[in-house]
């Protein structure tokens, strides 16, 4: 491999991260203010995917209203989901509500598949100019630097509500303790659903933003990515902001330089290395060890 | 106490809904006289109606319901109606099992046409050998699926053929001396063409390449293709896939030209990939340019009935369900039997041009090659192996 070769390939490699990375940010979040692994939040994103394609195509909207409009579309599915399958099960074990999550996720699937049918729909070609963009030797594109920066502000945005405003302190206390953050007069259901809020809409906008960049969705386009995503989640250290964020890139680019060397096992090794870094580092990169209250 | 009964009564129905399932699915299968009953044949259909490959698995069953219109129309099958009951596979290998059982054992189908997609018809296949169930696939090119036993035929081409097809036209029309393949590893169709196209190319196979199921990001193989510069590129797999692929390696600087087998088939391919894919070639079954008269009255009846072109799929099933029906007809049975070794003999001109089978039940017959360009499929020329 040349060195421009070598570049080149870990431009994809971030490129193909920041899609993980964006679709991450949502996980952690609603895993580190509620201990939830929220299988169904792939399905949102795919949710996300199809109120843009909508918007786009039935309604004619630019980008920035579609982006919008998805965002708002799969914050408040998001809050349903949590309000109709996740509330009644909160006093219940952590297994019920996991197989819950995934019961969820099925229902998106196959639901969106019923309705909507399972052939790829694509997004209008006018909608987001997709330009290459020439860096010396190697080049990108204006989308994929359009994810890159949408998950790194959006990640910065998420640390300064979480640690600056009043509805993260709220958040962060109901992640401490719930009972005793109700005790202080911390509505504990509201600052849940603000919470599966901001994750929906997270995922919500990855939605569109993917969905633009291969120009194809379909109802069962969230299983591979939701996969990655957890995995760079965990990966990060999960429940960590920018752990997720980290994790997402370092696994984008792990996933591409296996590929260059050896396609057939750019899954398997991808997987193997994570698996060896987190034997090594149990509670992820950025995780610190916590000990388990008893 | 309401919302649990409600629950656990909810359950239960869905439970037994399983069971009454399972049950009939141990009844005895294959009896001689299956689907002949009332005065109706019924003929199972199996093809993804949803999932990726949809749009295959909707134009093949559009294809052979304008058959079975045109059989009830002229009088039927010997007098009996034909009834088609069609199955989804969502285009995976466990539905099609799942759904042939229930064509073979509830629904007392007397044959079986499709699965439309490769995956699905080998694994359907060994079941439908083991309930003496005649099954012909249409469009399921994977050269195994035969391999099954007498009961299962197609009436299109294999993947090794295209695969050679492609190699042939890439050093003899398109004049290429260097070759690059990229290929889903997980999927037999196009593992089964990118192998033939490799061992059959005459030139040099400067990079193969594969990725999965699912991918949707093919950067880091595409850049180690990029530097070798090859004459064309071998993308054998299904047109939801190919155009992300060719969008993207036209993005990497890839200028080679574009190769593929009849997994390109699609409207779809242009609005997914936008003018990357055009200046492609792949091997097709049929043409709608084609000068026969079986494929203009094909084109004619399909527009009457659906107000829109047929495709391939569409062509090779409605030939699918001619050899069966045929077949049926010519000797007065629906017995497994019988009917196998009519279409064993059979000789005829259909849409996709003359069909009869080889020792394999494999269709012998020519491909079509066909190019893309301002975002149309075009009849390039016809082309012998």
């Known amino acids: 491999m040349t060195f421009v070769e070598f570049l080149q390939q870990l431009i994809n490699g971030l490129s193909l991260g920041s899609v993980y990375a964006l679709i991450a940010l949502g996980y952690t979040m609603v895993y580190g203010i509620i201990g939830l692994i929220n299988f169904a939040h792939c399905d949102i994103y795919m949710v996300g995917a199809y109120i843009g394609f909508f918007a786009a195509t039935s309604l004619h909207l630019p980008f920035i209203p579609t982006l919008i409009l998805a965002m708002a579309g799969a914050g408040i599915v998001g809050v349903l989901v949590e309000r109709i399958a996740y509330r009644p099960l909160r006093k219940a074990s952590n297994i019920s509500l996991l197989i819950t999550a995934m019961g969820v996720s099925l229902l998106l699937e196959n639901g969106f598949n019923c309705i909507f049918g399972g052939d790829p729909r694509s997004y209008p070609h006018d909608i987001l100019k997709q330009t290459n963009i020439e860096l010396g030797p190697v080049h990108t594109d204006s989308l994929h630097l359009i994810i890159l920066a949408t998950s790194l502000v959006l990640m910065v945005l998420l640390q300064i509500i979480i640690y600056r405003t009043k509805i993260g302190k709220a958040m962060r206390a109901t992640s401490a303790d719930k009972d005793a953050a109700a005790l202080m007069g911390i509505n504990v259901n509201a600052t849940i659903s603000a919470t599966f809020a901001i994750g929906s809409a997270l995922a919500g906008a990855a939605g569109v933003l993917v969905g633009i960049l291969y120009n194809s969705i379909d109802p069962y386009m969230g299983i ?48 193997i290395i994570l698996i060896i870094i987190l034997i090594i580092k149990p509670s992820g990169l950025l995780g610190k060890k916590v000990s388990e209250k008893v | 106490m309401l919302k649990k009964f409600v629950a656990c009564a909810l359950s ?95 629904d007392k189908v007397a044959a079986i046409v499709g699965p439309v997609t490769s995956t699905s018809a080998n694994s359907l296949a060994p079941i439908c050998q083991r309930y003496n169930i005649p099954m012909i696939t249409g469009t399921g090119t994977n050269v195994n699926i035969t391999k099954s036993g007498d009961c299962i035929f197609r009436t299109c081409f294999t993947d090794p053929f295209q695969g050679k097809i492609m190699a042939k036209f890439a050093t003899d029309d398109r004049k290429a001396k260097t070759a690059a393949i990229l290929y889903n590893n997980g999927d037999d169709y196009s593992k089964g063409l990118a192998e033939a196209f490799k061992s059959s190319f005459t030139g040099t196979i400067v990079d193969t390449e594969t990725y999965n199921t699912g991918d949707k990001d093919f950067n880091a193989q595409l850049t180690k293709i990029a530097p070798h510069k090859p004459d064309v590129l071998f993308l054998p797999d299904y047109y939801s896939v190919v155009s992300i692929i060719m969008k993207e390696a036209r993005n990497v600087g890839i200028k080679s030209t574009f190769l593929g087998g009849d997994g390109f088939d699609s409207p779809e391919l242009f609005s997914i990939g936008g003018d990357a894919v055009n200046g492609a070639y792949f091997s097709d079954h049929y043409s709608a340019t084609d000068p026969s008269k079986e494929v203009a009255q094909f084109i004619k009846d399909y527009k009457a009935k659906y107000n829109s072109d047929p495709d391939a799929f569409a062509a090779l099933t409605y030939d ?33 041009g003359n069909i009869k089978f080889d020792s394999d039940r494999n269709a012998v017959k020519a491909a079509v090659i066909i190019k893309t360009q301002g975002g149309k499929e075009t009849f390039y020329k016809k082309f012998l192996a």
């Open chain 1, 224 to 271: 591979q990515p939701g996969i990655k995503a957890f995995t760079a989640a965990v990966f990060g250290g999960i429940g960590l902001i920018p752990g997720a964020f980290l994790g997402g890139l370092i696994l984008g680019v792990i996933e591409t330089f296996v590929t260059a060397w050896y396609s057939p096992l750019a899954g398997a090794i991808g997987f």
């Open chain 2, 12 to 106: 239960v129905a869905l439970v037994a809904g399983f069971a009454g399932c399972s049950g009939n699915a141990s009844g005895q299968g294959g009896s001689p006289a299956g689907g002949a009953a009332g005065g109706t044949i019924k003929i199972g259909f199996i093809g993804p109606l949803t999932g990726s490959a949809s749009s295959y698995g909707q134009s093949s069953q559009r294809g052979l319901q304008l058959l079975e219109e045109q059989t009830n129309k002229a009088g039927g099958i010997n007098g009996q109606k034909v009834k088609v009951i069609s199955v989804d596979d969502e285009g995976k290998p466990a539905s099609a099992v799942n759904g042939g059982q229930k064509l073979i054992n509830s």
């Open chain 2, 320 to 352: 699918a369900g001619k050899v069966l029906f045929d077949s049926i007809k010519k000797t007065k049975s629906t017995d497994a039997n019988v009917v196998k070794n009519a279409m064993k003999a059979y000789n005829g001109q259909l849409v996709c």
